[in-house]
């Protein structure tokens, strides 16, 4: 794979973009995660510029007591 030969710098660029794509693809097409953003004040330009360092500023999305 191409991946494996690229500098550390690149391969986070990488990951980053396809972070900010899932989270911005969940927030536009699933009705829980638009819902859960919205309620906890996730705004629209931090899913623009979503990185792995902006993970901590999602809701925590876990199980419900069972």
Do not use: C, N
């Amino acid at each position: 794979m191409e991946r494996e030969t690229w500098p550390v710098e690149r391969f986070r660029e990488f990951i980053d973009q396809q972070l900010r794509e899932q989270v911005q693809r969940a927030s536009r097409e699933v009705p829980y995660y638009r819902r859960a953003f919205r309620e906890h004040d996730v705004a629209e330009a931090l899913l623009e510029r979503f990185s792995v360092a902006d993970l901590p500023q999602l809701p925590y999305i876990g199980q419900g007591k069972g």
